[in-house]
Every structure is written in structure tokens, then in C-alpha cells.
């Protein structure tokens, strides 16, 4: 590998390099009946990027990646799930990798040597890389439980207390990489306000931009649904310059760039399978935080669904809805489904997250939310885009929303009712610059400012969902 391979981290320092070649496994992946029926080998060469500092300064695998670990959920992935494409192997071991802690880049060649090519030939190989701004799309493999043991797998410990950032040091980059601007630097919403009662809607408009969506990814290989609230949540150390985007960390609170030292919680070494385990996310502020929510529907009354959704939080105790954006209409990013109407609701909370979490979830269900499909059609969706500036990526919850920073359907309405938001973390940055960059952006159909006072008649559904492909202005 040569360096124009090399990853670089914020400083444009080079990434140290942990690589894995030649992991092989018979697996029964490919597009042919016998290729499904026979099997034949697959073989994975694997690049960790990552800055081996720590673990090296404290001759401790803690604060590395485990080779051996990543081998076997590699060999896992190979033998596993039959897919037709190679690049669907590739993308589900970049997805397992770079949910290990520590890990800020992955590359991955899956190679196919007795693919049923008809001409002589040496290999078949897919390389990709994966990282924070160019996430995988497809969910992180987890082996059934007790399946990969770590040295450390010893059961759970009590948790020592959050360490400054600032005592780290041999990672003197940590801190710049986590700040952004606190959502309270944001300018005043322009908020209109509707009837008594009715949370503001913010303005202005955007003309329609028509045309299709962005290329939708496979349902059934994406997704983060992990199971209940709060099972199996938090573990290991500081994490180190992001480029995480799933798996487990510690929650963070990011400081502004002059504002405090961020402060990391300790390592947390294991958690006992089943256990619930309470962290920062559990914590209810000591003021108020500013959240953003990211409504969306597309199946039965969408617009009327939405507007009772905004009801709902506005009168979830703990939870005051500040301003509500215009409300969108989008092509569904994912398998094929009639369009979106998205909304984001600005609001000040004094919930925890993960109470804030459940609330969430709890509207959904007063609107018949079932999770029927991966990223497919639903009555109501409410997803957490921000709360505060609260970095974490725990099983249950990732903060920022882990998809908010590449997802127009909520940065575009995000940017109208708030034009100078800022979405803090890696990947995040200036919302409406974000916005104009999303790779949907063209989804982005209409949005109205009026709607929730007023039915807006392009909104109205069909009898299984919205009706997609107009341009309507409303
Ligand atoms: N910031 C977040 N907001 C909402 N849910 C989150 C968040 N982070 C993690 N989750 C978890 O994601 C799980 C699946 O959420 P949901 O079913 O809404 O996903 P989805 O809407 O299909 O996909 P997406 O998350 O890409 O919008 C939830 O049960 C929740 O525990
Ligand atoms: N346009 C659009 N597409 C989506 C949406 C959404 O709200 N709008 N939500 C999804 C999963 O949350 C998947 N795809």
C-alpha cells in the first residue's frame, strides 16, 4: 500500500496502520444458483486506520483495535449471510470495523478467486474505503452472544469518573475535532405564530427542485435497530478524532472553541450481556437543552399525522416545542415507497436524552408506528437529530443523529426554520451548506409554510401513502 492509501486525521497527520491480510472463509455469496449451493472461498484484506498512541504508551490492548477480534467478525462476515454482490461483503466489513472503538477509517478488498468468470484470470477484487464522511451502508455484523471473546470479557466493573480531556497526553488533537457552535449561538427562529396553541412555523419556502431521489441503498442491509431501550448500551474509552459512526463510545459533550475543556468519561470496560447500563445519556440536564427532532411520514394521513405529532411533543411534559419548519415533501431515500412529508421540530428540553428517546418513540406509537421494514414506508417517524451539543454513539442512541449530516429530507427543512444552525460533531458543520450538498437533495420536492393551520392539498395521500412524482407548489 502505497501513500496515497494513507488516511489523515484533522492535523493532516498520517493514521497509523493495522492491517489484516489474506482472512478467508468458504462463504455462499454470488448471483449463481450453485455459487449459493457450493460455496467457494472468499478471502478479505483489512486496513484499520487509527492512531496507535495510547495503546502503545500503556502497552494496552484497551485502547487499540484487537486483530484477532477483527479477524473473526471479518471470517464471520465472509461465512455468513448469502449476498449476491462482493461489494455487499466489502460495505457489511467496513460497517463491522469501523464500529469497533478507536477505528477512524477502514479499507477492505474482498477478494473471489474462483468467481465464475469464463476466461482465465488471476482474482477478483472489490476495495473500498469507509469512514465518517463516507460512511458504510450496511449494518455492522454482531455475533450471536459469547461468540467473539475479548481478553477483557471479565464481566461488568464499576465505572471510574469522567476524566478531563485535557489529562490525556499523548492525544493532543482530541479536543479540536469535538467542538462546534452551541445551537444556542444560533440567530432567533422567525417563527410566525399560528392560533393560540399552535406551536410557530418558521419560514421562508423553497421553490420546488423536483426530480429523483438519491440512490436508495438496500433495506434489508441497513439499519441500527439494536433492540430495547437501553440494553447493551455504553463501553470503552475515549475516542480518540471520530470517524465512529456506529457501535460504542462514551457520550461527549462537545465545547465550544473557547468554551471548556470537553469532557470525557473514563473507559468503561464491559457491561454484563443483558445488564442495563445508565451513562451521561440518562442524566437529565442541569439546564434546559435545545433538541432537534426530525419528523417524517409518508403512509395514511401524512400531513394531519404530522401536525397531531407536533401536538403531542408540545405536550409531552419536560419537552417545549420553540418552532416548527416548514413541512417538506420529499422522495423516500430507501426501497421504493410513495414520497415523504418531513417536518424538523425545534424545541428546549429538560428530559434526559434517552428520556427524551422514549417520548419520542412513545408519539410514534400513539400513531401506530410498527417497524415493519428497514428505512421503509411509515405512518409517523420521530428520530433525535441533536440534543445539545451532545456527542455519543451508544447501542440505543447516537448523537448527532448518525444519517442527519447526508439527509437533505431533514437538513433542508432544518436550515429554513433556523438558517444558522450548526450540526456539531464530525461530518456536521453549517446546516444549509450541508443542506445544498446532500446527496437527496434533489428529492427535495416542495415545502409549505402554512401547514399546520391550514391542509395543504398537495399533501393529501393517496389511500396507501402519499402520491408521489408531482412538483406541486403549494
Ligand atoms: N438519534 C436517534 N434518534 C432516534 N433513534 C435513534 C437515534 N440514535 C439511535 N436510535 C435508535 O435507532 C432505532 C431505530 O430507529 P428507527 O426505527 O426510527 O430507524 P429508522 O427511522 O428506520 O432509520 P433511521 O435511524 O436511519 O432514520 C431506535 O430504536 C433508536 O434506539
Ligand atoms: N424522504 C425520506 N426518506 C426517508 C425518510 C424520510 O423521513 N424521508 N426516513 C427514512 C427512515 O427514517 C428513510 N427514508
Given at each position: 500500500m502505497n501513500v496515497q492509501d494513507d488516511v489523515h486525521d484533522e492535523g493532516g497527520r498520517r493514521l497509523d496502520q493495522i492491517r489484516l491480510t489474506g482472512i478467508s472463509a468458504t462463504g455462499y455469496h454470488g448471483v449463481f444458483g450453485h455459487e449459493r449451493r457450493d460455496g467457494q472461498t472468499f478471502v478479505a484484506d483489512v486496513v484499520v486506520h487509527m492512531d496507535t498512541r495510547r495503546a502503545a504508551a500503556g502497552d494496552d490492548l484497551a485502547h487499540t483495535v484487537d486483530y484477532g477480534e477483527v479477524a473473526q467478525l471479518v471470517a464471520a462476515v465472509l461465512a455468513g449471510d448469502p449476498v449476491d454482490l462482493i461489494e455487499t461483503v466489502a460495505e457489511r466489513i467496513a460497517a463491522t470495523v469501523l464500529a469497533?472503538?478507536?477505528?477512524?477509517?477502514?479499507?477492505?478488498?474482498?477478494?473471489?478467486?474462483?468467481?465464475?468468470?469464463?476466461?482465465?484470470?488471476?482474482?477478483?477484487?472489490?476495495?473500498?474505503?469507509?469512514?465518517?464522511?463516507?460512511?458504510?451502508?450496511a449494518e455492522?455484523?454482531?455475533?450471536?452472544?459469547?461468540?467473539?471473546?475479548?481478553?477483557?470479557?471479565?464481566?461488568?466493573?464499576?465505572?471510574?469518573?469522567?476524566?478531563?480531556?485535557?489529562?490525556?497526553?499523548?492525544?493532543?488533537?482530541?479536543?479540536?475535532?469535538?467542538?462546534?457552535?452551541?445551537l444556542a449561538a444560533a440567530s432567533p427562529v422567525p417563527a410566525p405564530l399560528g392560533p393560540p396553541g399552535t406551536p410557530p412555523v418558521?419560514?421562508?419556502?423553497?421553490?420546488?427542485?423536483?426530480?429523483?431521489?438519491?440512490?436508495?441503498?438496500?433495506?434489508?442491509?441497513?439499519g441500527h435497530d439494536t433492540g430495547p431501550d437501553g440494553a447493551g448500551a455504553v463501553v470503552v474509552g475515549p475516542a480518540p478524532t471520530g470517524a465512529v459512526p456506529t457501535g460504542v463510545m462514551p457520550a461527549v459533550t462537545a465545547a465550544a472553541p473557547d468554551g471548556p475543556p470537553t469532557e470525557l468519561m473514563?473507559?468503561?470496560?464491559?457491561?454484563?450481556?443483558?445488564?442495563?447500563?445508565?451513562?451521561?445519556?440518562?442524566?437529565?440536564?442541569?439546564?434546559?437543552?435545545?433538541?432537534?427532532?426530525?419528523?417524517?411520514?409518508n403512509l395514511g394521513p401524512a400531513q394531519e399525522t404530522l401536525r397531531q405529532a407536533v401536538a403531542d411533543l408540545a405536550a409531552t411534559p419536560g419537552l417545549e416545542v420553540v418552532a416548527v419548519s416548514p413541512l417538506a415533501r420529499t422522495a423516500a431515500v430507501g426501497p421504493e415507497q410513495p414520497d415523504y412529508l418531513n417536518a424538523v421540530v425545534l424545541t428546549r428540553t429538560t428530559l434526559a436524552a434517552r428520556e427524551l428517546l422514549r417520548a419520542v418513540h412513545a408519539v410514534e406509537q400513539r400513531h401506530g408506528r410498527e417497524r415493519l421494514e428497514h428505512w421503509g414506508p411509515r405512518t409517523l417517524d420521530v428520530d433525535i437529530v441533536v440534543y445539545g451539543e451532545t456527542l455519543a454513539v451508544t447501542d440505543d442512541l447516537e448523537l448527532p443523529h448518525p444519517r442527519a449530516h447526508e439527509r437533505a429530507f431533514v437538513l433542508q427543512p432544518w436550515a429554513q426554520v433556523d438558517p444558522d444552525a450548526q450540526l456539531p460533531g464530525l461530518g456536521g458543520g453549517p446546516v444549509a451548506q450541508l443542506a445544498a450538498?446532500?446527496?437527496?437533495?434533489?428529492?427535495?420536492?416542495?415545502?409549505?409554510?402554512?401547514?399546520?393551520?391550514?391542509?395543504?392539498?398537495?399533501?393529501?395521500p393517496e389511500p396507501d401513502g402519499v402520491p408521489s412524482g408531482e412538483t406541486h407548489l403549494p
Amino acid at each position: 500500500m502505497n501513500v496515497q492509501d494513507d488516511v489523515h486525521d484533522e492535523g493532516g497527520r498520517r493514521l497509523d496502520q493495522i492491517r489484516l491480510t489474506g482472512i478467508s472463509a468458504t462463504g455462499y455469496h454470488g448471483v449463481f444458483g450453485h455459487e449459493r449451493r457450493d460455496g467457494q472461498t472468499f478471502v478479505a484484506d483489512v486496513v484499520v486506520h487509527m492512531d496507535t498512541r495510547r495503546a502503545a504508551a500503556g502497552d494496552d490492548l484497551a485502547h487499540t483495535v484487537d486483530y484477532g477480534e477483527v479477524a473473526q467478525l471479518v471470517a464471520a462476515v465472509l461465512a455468513g449471510d448469502p449476498v449476491d454482490l462482493i461489494e455487499t461483503v466489502a460495505e457489511r466489513i467496513a460497517a463491522t470495523v469501523l464500529a469497533r472503538p478507536h477505528v477512524q477509517a477502514v479499507d477492505v478488498a474482498v477478494h473471489k478467486p474462483q468467481a465464475p468468470i469464463t476466461v482465465p484470470f488471476g482474482d477478483v477484487v472489490v476495495s473500498i474505503r469507509r469512514d465518517r464522511t463516507k460512511l458504510p451502508a450496511a449494518e455492522p455484523y454482531r455475533p450471536p452472544t459469547g461468540q467473539v471473546r475479548r481478553p477483557t470479557d471479565a464481566g461488568a466493573r464499576p465505572r471510574t469518573a469522567p476524566l478531563p480531556l485535557t489529562a490525556d497526553p499523548v492525544l493532543p488533537s482530541l479536543g479540536a475535532p469535538l467542538t462546534a457552535a452551541p445551537l444556542a449561538a444560533a440567530s432567533p427562529v422567525p417563527a410566525p405564530l399560528g392560533p393560540p396553541g399552535t406551536p410557530p412555523v418558521a419560514g421562508p419556502a423553497s421553490p420546488p427542485q423536483g426530480s429523483p431521489a438519491a440512490p436508495a441503498p438496500d433495506a434489508s442491509r441497513l439499519g441500527h435497530d439494536t433492540g430495547p431501550d437501553g440494553a447493551g448500551a455504553v463501553v470503552v474509552g475515549p475516542a480518540p478524532t471520530g470517524a465512529v459512526p456506529t457501535g460504542v463510545m462514551p457520550a461527549v459533550t462537545a465545547a465550544a472553541p473557547d468554551g471548556p475543556p470537553t469532557e470525557l468519561m473514563a473507559p468503561l470496560p464491559d457491561v454484563v450481556e443483558g445488564e442495563i447500563v445508565l451513562d451521561a445519556l440518562d442524566e437529565p440536564p442541569s439546564q434546559p437543552v435545545r433538541a432537534v427532532l426530525a419528523l417524517g411520514a409518508n403512509l395514511g394521513p401524512a400531513q394531519e399525522t404530522l401536525r397531531q405529532a407536533v401536538a403531542d411533543l408540545a405536550a409531552t411534559p419536560g419537552l417545549e416545542v420553540v418552532a416548527v419548519s416548514p413541512l417538506a415533501r420529499t422522495a423516500a431515500v430507501g426501497p421504493e415507497q410513495p414520497d415523504y412529508l418531513n417536518a424538523v421540530v425545534l424545541t428546549r428540553t429538560t428530559l434526559a436524552a434517552r428520556e427524551l428517546l422514549r417520548a419520542v418513540h412513545a408519539v410514534e406509537q400513539r400513531h401506530g408506528r410498527e417497524r415493519l421494514e428497514h428505512w421503509g414506508p411509515r405512518t409517523l417517524d420521530v428520530d433525535i437529530v441533536v440534543y445539545g451539543e451532545t456527542l455519543a454513539v451508544t447501542d440505543d442512541l447516537e448523537l448527532p443523529h448518525p444519517r442527519a449530516h447526508e439527509r437533505a429530507f431533514v437538513l433542508q427543512p432544518w436550515a429554513q426554520v433556523d438558517p444558522d444552525a450548526q450540526l456539531p460533531g464530525l461530518g456536521g458543520g453549517p446546516v444549509a451548506q450541508l443542506a445544498a450538498t446532500a446527496p437527496d437533495r434533489d428529492g427535495v420536492r416542495w415545502m409549505a409554510l402554512d401547514w399546520l393551520t391550514a391542509p395543504v392539498p398537495a399533501a393529501n395521500p393517496e389511500p396507501d401513502g402519499v402520491p408521489s412524482g408531482e412538483t406541486h407548489l403549494p
